[in-house]
């Protein structure tokens, strides 16, 4: 065996563009080396991998680099075929999930960056805007849990799980200590906020996520170096 | 059964375009309704969009799908003559990969380059010019981004490949120019005389004086701020 399928994945502990990817890795049952890349120091294979962005995750399947963490999720779904299948077969159901993969990290996830990096005007501006989009993915993803309740047994994680999760937990603690309130709040989404509670308790989504006293002072850390940089 | 294929796009979009160069690349007849985006959106538009309220809107038998890329994807995946991606996984990510660069980077910058106001101009057309040349990269000497044919990365780069060109005879300042980045005005050249993106593309002297009166109307607006 040896070479033939080696999987390495360089990213960053609370990237979540680099944890969806680990996740991914895990749930298929892939094994991997991980190396964790310092985004102050970069590693020259990190750059050589990813020189058009240099930046996390890049996965490296048999030497051959790929950027881009929902492009890297594609590949992997399409290169080993077992379950958990992150894209369903039928090309429409393919489409729709594509589409509100695209609403989450393009639109959900920038108002969210914003929220954390502004204050002020700025970002209450912000905190509207994502509670807005929040709004729309609560209406958009009817479709997808009819039954109206996400349920935990037997859950097939898909595409859009693994995107959601890594940017939004139903963990209202964090929330209240970062930005003194709740962004996934149970009375005004929550359907969305059923269904990130079931992905948070899958087993291997536990025990990748790393502990509340961690994640808030990341949190707070990347806040208070983005509003001095806006000073400056 | 007849199979009901509608695109709903406006005729100078390039967005729209993607979606309809890729069904004529597939042999696909379709119907195409045309939206009035600048000043009346059809009730269906916002029936079948109500979440970005925006064209193209692809219809098939009855059922809407929305953002371009993602009907590209459909469209491949739905009719399989002509492929428009590689089989190869890797190779498809590659394109993806490209697709996602132009959609997210190239297209922004370079509509920020066309039309900003004369002190931020040197700035922004740096930074389009770097992504320029990270995308003439990715040719790497073939004739078109999909390799003999045009694929994904060449429906996604159109508006690079046409509306570009026109934005700068407008404007009179050249981003893209066979001097700077001779592969990719080259790819430019064989993108828009390609017979089945001939027929995809809109009508030249219309486009070019859309983009003069924006122009216009964005430097008075700049010289007012």
Wanted: proline residues 7%; contains cysteine.
């Amino acid at each position: 065996m040896g070479e033939e399928n080696k999987v390495v994945l360089h990213g960053m502990w609370i990237s979540p563009y680099s944890k969806r990817v680990e996740l991914a890795l895990k749930f298929k049952g892939i094994p991997f080396e991980y190396v964790e890349e310092d985004l102050q120091n970069k590693s020259p294979q990190l750059l050589q991998y990813n020189p058009v962005h240099k930046k996390v995750p890049v996965l490296v399947h048999n030497g051959k680099p790929i950027a881009e963490s929902i492009v890297i999720l594609e590949y992997i779904d399409e290169t080993w075929k077992n379950q958990p299948r992150f894209l369903p077969q039928d090309p429409y159901k393919r489409a729709k999930v594509r589409f509100w993969t695209s609403f989450v990290q393009q639109q959900l996830c920038e108002s969210l960056l914003t929220v954390i990096k502004t204050d002020g005007e700025v970002q209450q501006k912000a905190f509207g805007n994502l509670f807005e989009k929040l709004e729309v993915l609560e209406e958009g993803i009817k479709e997808i849990f009819p039954d109206g309740n996400p349920c935990i047994g037997n859950y097939n994680i898909g595409l859009l799980d693994l995107v959601m999760l890594s940017m939004f937990s139903p963990n209202n603690k964090i929330q209240e200590e970062v930005f003194g309130m709740k962004i996934i709040d149970p009375e005004k989404t929550p359907l969305i906020f059923s269904w990130l509670t079931v992905l948070h308790q899958l087993p291997l989504v536990k025990e990748s996520t790393p502990p509340d006293d961690k994640v808030v002072a990341i949190f707070k850390f990347v806040r208070e170096n983005a509003l001095k940089s806006s000073l400056a | 059964m007849a199979e009901e294929v509608k695109v709903f796009g406006a005729w100078g979009s390039p967005f729209s375009r993607r979606v309809e160069l890729a069904l004529k690349i597939k042999g696909v007849k379709y119907e195409y309704i045309e939206e009035d985006v600048y000043g009346n959106k059809s009730p269906l538009l916002l029936k079948y969009n109500p979440v970005h309220k925006k064209i193209p809107v692809f219809l098939h038998n009855g059922k809407p799908i929305a953002e371009s890329l993602v009907i590209v994807e459909y469209i491949e995946e739905t009719w399989k003559g002509n492929p428009i991606l590689p089989e190869d996984p890797y190779e498809k990510a590659m394109a993806r990969f490209w697709a996602k660069f132009v959609d997210e980077k190239c297209l922004p910058a370079l509509w920020t380059a066309g039309f900003s106001p004369e002190n931020e101009r040197a700035k922004a057309a740096e930074e389009a010019c770097e992504c320029l040349k990270t995308l003439e990269s990715a040719l790497n000497g073939k004739r078109f981004f999909g390799g003999d044919t045009v694929g994904l990365v060449d429906i996604a780069a159109n508006f690079i490949g046409y509306w570009l060109r026109l934005i700068q005879e407008a404007t009179g300042h050249d981003l893209l120019s066979a001097e700077k980045f001779p592969a990719l005005f080259k790819w430019s050249d064989e993108f828009v005389s390609c017979s089945v993106v001939k027929d995809s593309l809109p009508p030249r002297d219309k486009l070019l004086a859309f983009f003069k009166a924006r122009f216009a109307g964005a430097a008075q607006t700049n010289a007012s701020n």
